[in-house]
C-alpha cells in the first residue's frame, strides 16, 4: 500500500482557537502616466515673434520664436525624469514594505508554531516529562483528545489583507513544519510496517495517556497474537487497564463516564479477513487501530495515516471531505515508551492519582515500622556500612526507608506549616537512635522555633546538644564547634592513616562516632546569619569522608540555600509545599505542591534515581522512652561542643572548670609567665571545643579598655581585677570621685615617684573627665594619656571603663592595647569597637563580653575590703592669729555664716569686708560673735571678700586692710581655676575640686596650692 492509493481528500486539523494575526500587504505603485510634447506651448512664441516683426520690422524680435520649441522641449525631458524619480522611489518603499510584511509573517507564523508544539509536545515529550510539566493531567477535557500525528503544513490564523488579483500572499495562510493535530475520538488508522506503525502508535497512546488523567481513562492493547507483548506497557500506567475493549459499565447499568483507549492490529500476514472490520469503540472511545493495508482498518477510523516505503507519508481523510496532508510522522521507540510510563507512575505516586494509593494509610505507628525490641549492650556496636538506614513510615511497595549514608550524604527536607515537617524530624531521629549506639551516632539538633521542635528527643543519650534561637549567638557557636570536630576527625584519621570513617586500619574504639546535624527550619537561621552560607558549604562538601552529616528542614530550602549546599544534599524530601516552583526545587517535580491539605506526614523521597511517596510515622513519648531504656547503661558519647557560657559565674569556679577538663592543670590561653596573669573569667573557645579562664595579663595584653552601657558589667569587671591583682599589684581605683581621682592619677604621673607595680582601675572615664571640667578635665586627660604610653616602663598598667568609643575615649585607645566589649546600646558602637556584628545583641546578660576573639563571661569576685587611698586627705580651714587670712568668694553670706558658727572661746576672729567700705551704698552687716574691735595680737584677722573688689587695685593695706594682710594667705572658695591664678598671680593650676559647697584652694607664697574645707561640710 502506498500514499499514491489513497483518494485525495481533507484532513480537519483542529487547532486551537487562537486569535488571528490580520496583517495588511501594501498596495503595488501606481505606474506613472507617460507626458506629451507641448505643441501648442511651443507654437506660441513663434506666432508672437512673427507678430511683432510685422509690426516693428525689427529681425531681432525673430529670435522670441526660438524660444517656444526650445523651453517646451526642456519641459517635457524635466518632467520625463521626475516620473522616474517618483517610480524609483514608489517602487524601494513598496519593496521595503513587501520585506517587512514577510518578516512579520515569518514572526507571527513562529509564534503560532512554538505555540501549537507547547500545546502539542509530541517530539519532546521525553524532555517534558522529565522536566516541570505543567499541562499533565492539566489539559481542558474539551483538548484530552487531540493528539499530534507529527510534523507538516497546516492552516494558519495569520492572514493578509491584499487586493483581490494580489495572489502573491497566499502562503501566509499555510503554517509549515507545524504540528498536525487530529481528534482521536474520530479514530485513527496507521497503515505501513508493523515497526514504524506501532513507533507511531506509541507516540499517539503516551500523548492520550499524558492529557487524561488517570482516573479518566482506561487503556486496552489488542496485539494481533495472543502472546505478542508490544502493548504490555499500557499495563503500567497509572490509567486503569481493562483486557477486553469494551465499553465499562457501571454497577448500576450506566456508562462509566471514564474515556477507552484502544489500541488494535489488523495485519494481512496473519491471515486477518480483508475489507474494512473492527467494531464501534464505546461511545466516546478512542480507536487507534494498525494494519499494512487500508482495507483493513476499522470503518470508525476517519483519520487515515499512510506510511510509504519511500519515507513519504500522508494523512488523509476517509470520509473525503478535506485534503490529505504530507507529514513527518512523530515517532517513539519501546525503551522510550517505557520511560514516559515510569515517569507518568511516579507522577501518579507523588499526586496521590496512583491507584495503588488507595491502599497507602494516613496514620502509621512508630512501632509499625521500627519496633525496638530489647535493651541493648553497651558495647554492641558493629559499625555496619548500613547503620543510617532507618524505616521512617509506610510507602507503597512497603516500609519506606532512609539510608543517609547511601543515598546521602545529606538530606534537604521541605514542606510548609503544618505538612508535618517536625513529626517527620523526630521520627528520623528516634529511628536512628534506636538503631545505633551513642558511640556509633551523635545528634546535633538545631531548633529555630524556641525550642519546641525537639522537646521530645532532647533526653535522648545520642544527643549531645540542642541550640534554639533564642540564645544570642548560638549559632556562631555550633558553627565554630563543627569545623573544630571536623579538624580533629581529620586528625584522628591522619594519626591512623584511614582515609574515611568506615576504613579498616580504623579500629572501632579509635573511630569517632557519626553526627548527624539536624537543623529545623535553615532559613531562619541564615537569615539571622546569611554568613553561614558558605560555612555550611564548606561542612556539606567535607562531611561524607569524616562522618558528619546534615540534615536540613525549611518550609522553602531552595529558596535560602546556596548551590554548594543543594549539590551535597542528594537525599531530598518534600512534604506538601504550596506552590509548584518550590516542589520543582526540591524534588525536580511540581509532585508536591498537589498533596492534599488534609494528609500530614505525606512525603515524597527522591534519592536522585527514584521519586517515592510515603506516610511517616507518628513517635509517641513511650517510643522515645523505649530508645532511652534500650541504651540506658551506654556511656554517654564525646561531645563535639560545650554548653553556653553561664549567666552568673563565681571566680573561685573558674579554676575548678578547667581544672575537671584539664585534668586539674590550669591552662589561661594565652602566652603569659605563671602567676602574672590576673583570671576575670571563663572564655568560650568552640573552634577548640574547650572552655578556658579569661586572663589578662598587663605585660603581654597592655593596658586594657573596657567598653559596655550602664548595668553590662563593667564595674563588676573592675571589682574582678581589683581582688585578682591584690597580691600582685598595688591597686588604685578611681570612680566618681573627681577630687580622688584627681589626687591619684597625678601622684601616678609624678616622674620623682617611686617605680612601684601598681594597676589603676578607671571607672566610666569620659563622665569622669566631664566631671572635671575643661581645664581640669583636659589636664586630668593628658595625665592618663602619659600614664597609658609611659607607664608600662614604670610598672602602671591602666583599665579604662567607658561606654562608647567616642568622644575623648577615642584619644584613649590608640594608646590602648587590648579592648574588652560588653553589651553596647547601639549596633554602629558595637561595630566600631571592634566587635563582630554577629554577637551584637541589646539582650545580652551582664558580663558577657567579647575579649580577644571570644565570648567570655565576667566571673564575680568576692566582696573585699576597701584597700586604703593614696591620695593625700582633705584640710579643714582654721583661722590663726599668727597669720591673717584672705577668703576670695563669691558666696560671702555663706561663709560669713559659717565664721559665725565656727567661732567660740577657742579662737577670737576679727572679720574684715571692705567692701561694706569701699561702696557706702551697700549694708554693712554686723556678724553676731565676732569682734570687730579687739586688737589684732588677741584675734585672727579674716578678710572677706570679692574677687572683683581684690582684683580692682582698690584695696591699700593700711588703709583699707590691716598691716598683717601684706602677707596673708589666701583661700580662694566658689571660684574658677582662672579666678584662682588672677588672684594668685601665677600659673599653677590648683588641684580639682569636687562638688562639695565648701571646698576651697589654699594657697601661701612660694608654696602649692591645697585643696581645703572651708565650710567644714
Known amino acids: 500500500m502506498s500514499p499514491s492509493d489513497v483518494m485525495p481528500s481533507a484532513t480537519n486539523s483542529h487547532r486551537p482557537a487562537t486569535t488571528s494575526a490580520r496583517l495588511r500587504a501594501p498596495s503595488p505603485?501606481?505606474?506613472?502616466?507617460?507626458?506629451?510634447?507641448?505643441?501648442?506651448?511651443?507654437?506660441?512664441?513663434?506666432?508672437?515673434?512673427?507678430?511683432?516683426?510685422a509690426i516693428t520690422g525689427s529681425p531681432v524680435t525673430l529670435v522670441f520664436a526660438a524660444l517656444g520649441p526650445l523651453i517646451a522641449v526642456a519641459g517635457y525631458i524635466d518632467a520625463r525624469w521626475t516620473r522616474r524619480r517618483r517610480g524609483r522611489r514608489a517602487r524601494a518603499a513598496y519593496d521595503a514594505a513587501t520585506q517587512e510584511l514577510e518578516q512579520d509573517v515569518a514572526r507571527a507564523h513562529a509564534e503560532e508554531r512554538e505555540e501549537l508544539r507547547a500545546l502539542h509536545p509530541a517530539g519532546r515529550l521525553l524532555d517534558v516529562l522529565d522536566g516541570p510539566d505543567r499541562a499533565r493531567w492539566r489539559v481542558p477535557e474539551a483538548r484530552r483528545t487531540l493528539v499530534c500525528i507529527g510534523r507538516g503544513e497546516t492552516k494558519s490564523a495569520v492572514r493578509v489583507d491584499a487586493g483581490a488579483d494580489d495572489d502573491r500572499w497566499a502562503w501566509a495562510a499555510r503554517l509549515s513544519e507545524a504540528p498536525v493535530v487530529v481528534d482521536a475520538v474520530e479514530g485513527i488508522g496507521i497503515v505501513g510496517g508493523k515497526v514504524f506503525a506501532r513507533a507511531v502508535a506509541r507516540s499517539i497512546l503516551l500523548q492520550l495517556a499524558r492529557q487524561f488523567p488517570p482516573q479518566a481513562a482506561q487503556f486496552s492493547g489488542d496485539p494481533a497474537a495472543p502472546d505478542d507483548r508490544t502493548w504490555a506497557f499500557l499495563e503500567d500506567l497509572p490509567h486503569r487497564a481493562v483486557s477486553d475493549p469494551v465499553e465499562p459499565v457501571r454497577d448500576g447499568g450506566a456508562a462509566d463516564p471514564t474515556t477507552l483507549v484502544s489500541v488494535v492490529e489488523r495485519w494481512e500476514a496473519v491471515g486477518a479477513a480483508a475489507g474494512r472490520s473492527g467494531g464501534r469503540p464505546p461511545t466516546g472511545g478512542v480507536l487507534v487501530a494498525l494494519s499494512d493495508t487500508v482495507e483493513l482498518i476499522p470503518t470508525r477510523c476517519r483519520h487515515l495515516l499512510v506510511l510509504g516505503a519511500d519515507g513519504q507519508t500522508v494523512l488523509a481523510d476517509g470520509t473525503g471531505a478535506s485534503s490529505s496532508v504530507s507529514v513527518s510522522p512523530t515517532l517513539l521507540a519501546e525503551a522510550e515508551a517505557e520511560h514516559v510510563v515510569g515517569a507518568l507512575t511516579a507522577a501518579?505516586?507523588?499526586?496521590g492519582e496512583s491507584p495503588a494509593l488507595s491502599s497507602l494509610p494516613t496514620d502509621v505507628a512508630f512501632a509499625q515500622v521500627h519496633p525496638v525490641r530489647g535493651r541493648r549492650p553497651p558495647a554492641g556496636s558493629d559499625w555496619r556500612p548500613d547503620a543510617l538506614r532507618v524505616a521512617v513510615g509506610t510507602g507503597v511497595e512497603g516500609v519506606q526507608l532512609l539510608d543517609l549514608g547511601a543515598d546521602g550524604p545529606h538530606a534537604l527536607v521541605g514542606g510548609t506549616t503544618g505538612s508535618g515537617k517536625s513529626e517527620l524530624l523526630i521520627t528520623w531521629i528516634t529511628a536512628l537512635a534506636a538503631q545505633c549506639s551513642?558511640?556509633?551516632?551523635?545528634?546535633?539538633?538545631?531548633?529555630?522555633?524556641?525550642?519546641?521542635?525537639?522537646?521530645?528527643v532532647e533526653a535522648l543519650p545520642h544527643v549531645v546538644g540542642m541550640v534554639t534561637d533564642l540564645e544570642p549567638g548560638a549559632a556562631d557557636r555550633v558553627v565554630s564547634s563543627l569545623r573544630a570536630?571536623?579538624?580533629?576527625?581529620?586528625?584522628?584519621?591522619?594519626?591512623?592513616?584511614?582515609?574515611?570513617?568506615?576504613?579498616?586500619?580504623?579500629?572501632?574504639?579509635?573511630r569517632p562516632a557519626r553526627l548527624v546535624v539536624v537543623v529545623d527550619e535553615f532559613q531562619a537561621l541564615l537569615d539571622a546569619s546569611p554568613h553561614l552560607h558558605q560555612v555550611f558549604a564548606d561542612l556539606a562538601a567535607r562531611g561524607r569522608s569524616l562522618g558528619l552529616h546534615l540534615i536540613l528542614c525549611s518550609q522553602r530550602p531552595a529558596a535560602v540555600a546556596a548551590d554548594a549546599i543543594l549539590a551535597n544534599c542528594t537525599l531530598r524530601l518534600s512534604l506538601r509545599v504550596t506552590s509548584r516552583p518550590d516542589s520543582a526545587a526540591i524534588l525536580g517535580v511540581p509532585d508536591a505542591a498537589a498533596i492534599p491539605a488534609g494528609t500530614p506526614g505525606r512525603c515524597i523521597v527522591w534519592n536522585g534515581d527514584r521519586r517515592l511517596v510515603f506516610q511517616s510515622a507518628v513517635t509517641s513519648s513511650d517510643d522515645v522512652l523505649a530508645v532511652r531504656e534500650r541504651w540506658r547503661d551506654a556511656p554517654a558519647p564525646?561531645?563535639?561542643?560545650?554548653?553556653?557560657?553561664?549567666?552568673?559565674?563565681?571566680?573561685?569556679?573558674?579554676?575548678?572548670?578547667?581544672?575537671?577538663?584539664?585534668?586539674?592543670?590550669?591552662?589561661?590561653?594565652?602566652?603569659?609567665?605563671?602567676?602574672?596573669?590576673?583570671?576575670?573569667?571563663?572564655?568560650?573557645?568552640p573552634e577548640e571545643q574547650a572552655q578556658r579562664p579569661a586572663v589578662w595579663c598587663p605585660e603581654h595584653d597592655g593596658s586594657l579598655l573596657v567598653l559596655g552601657t550602664g548595668r553590662s558589667g563593667r564595674t563588676t569587671l573592675l571589682d574582678t581585677l581589683e581582688v585578682g591583682a591584690c597580691d600582685?599589684?598595688?591597686?588604685?581605683?578611681?570612680?566618681?570621685?573627681?577630687?580622688?581621682?584627681?589626687?591619684t592619677v597625678m601622684a601616678l604621673s609624678d616622674p620623682l615617684r617611686p617605680t612601684e607595680r601598681t594597676l589603676l582601675l578607671v571607672d566610666d572615664v569620659e563622665s569622669l573627665l566631664a566631671t572635671a571640667g575643661d581645664e581640669h578635665g583636659a589636664a586630668l586627660r593628658d595625665a592618663l594619656l602619659g600614664l597609658l604610653r609611659d607607664g608600662g616602663r614604670r610598672g602602671i598598667s591602666v583599665v579604662l571603663a567607658a561606654s562608647r568609643l567616642g568622644g575623648v575615649v577615642h584619644r584613649f585607645s590608640a594608646q590602648l592595647s587590648s579592648t574588652l566589649v560588653l553589651r553596647l546600646a547601639d549596633r554602629q558602637d558595637h561595630l566600631v569597637a571592634g566587635a563582630p556584628a554577629s554577637c551584637f545583641d541589646p539582650r545580652r546578660p551582664a558580663g558577657r563580653a567579647h575579649w580577644q576573639d571570644?565570648?567570655?563571661?565576667?566571673?564575680?569576685?568576692?566582696?573585699?575590703?576597701?584597700?586604703?587611698?593614696?591620695?593625700?586627705?582633705?584640710?579643714?580651714?582654721?583661722?590663726?592669729?599668727?597669720?591673717?587670712?584672705v577668703i576670695v568668694t563669691r558666696a560671702t553670706g555663706a561663709v560669713r555664716a559659717m565664721l559665725q558658727r565656727s567661732t567660740g572661746t577657742e579662737q577670737r576672729v576679727r572679720l574684715i569686708e571692705p567692701a561694706a567700705h569701699l561702696f557706702p551704698s551697700a549694708p554693712l552687716a554686723g556678724v553676731a560673735g565676732i569682734e570687730s574691735d579687739v586688737l589684732e595680737d588677741d584675734a585672727a584677722i579674716v578678710v572677706l571678700v570679692d574677687p572683683e573688689t581684690w582684683l580692682s587695685g582698690r584695696l591699700v593695706v593700711g588703709r583699707d586692710l590691716p598691716p598683717s594682710t601684706a602677707g596673708a594667705d589666701l583661700v580662694v572658695h566658689g571660684c574658677s581655676a582662672a579666678d584662682f591664678r588672677q588672684v594668685t598671680r601665677s600659673r599653677e593650676l590648683p588641684p580639682l575640686l569636687g562638688y562639695a559647697s565648701g571646698r576651697a584652694w589654699w594657697w601661701r607664697a612660694g608654696q602649692e596650692a591645697m585643696r581645703v574645707d572651708l565650710l567644714g561640710s
Not at 438 to 456: H, I, M, R, T
Not at 732 to 741: H, I, N, P
Open 638 to 685: 564525646r561531645r563535639p561542643w560545650l554548653d553556653p557560657l553561664p549567666a552568673r559565674l563565681a571566680l573561685g569556679a573558674v579554676s575548678a572548670i578547667e581544672a575537671g577538663r584539664a585534668g586539674g592543670s590550669e591552662s589561661t590561653g594565652v602566652d603569659c609567665p605563671p602567676g602574672e596573669g590576673i583570671v576575670f573569667g571563663l572564655a568560650d573557645l
Open 728 to 743: 600582685r599589684f598595688r591597686v588604685e581605683r578611681v570612680g566618681q570621685d573627681a577630687e580622688q581621682a584627681w589626687d
Open 29 to 53: 505603485p501606481a505606474e506613472p502616466p507617460t507626458g506629451s510634447l507641448p505643441i501648442l506651448a511651443s507654437l506660441a512664441p513663434v506666432v508672437g515673434s512673427v507678430a511683432l516683426f
Open 438 to 456: 551513642p558511640q556509633e551516632l551523635s545528634l546535633l539538633l538545631v531548633d529555630c522555633k524556641g525550642g519546641a521542635s525537639f522537646q521530645a
Open 348 to 351: 501518579a505516586l507523588t499526586t
Open 854 to 885: 571570644a565570648e567570655v563571661q565576667i566571673a564575680l569576685a568576692p566582696p573585699s575590703p576597701a584597700s586604703p587611698s593614696s591620695a593625700p586627705g582633705v584640710h579643714r580651714w582654721r583661722p590663726s592669729p599668727a597669720r591673717a587670712t
Open 485 to 510: 570536630e571536623l579538624r580533629h576527625r581529620e586528625r584522628v584519621l591522619a594519626g591512623h592513616g584511614a582515609r574515611h570513617l568506615l576504613d579498616p586500619v580504623l579500629l572501632p574504639e579509635h
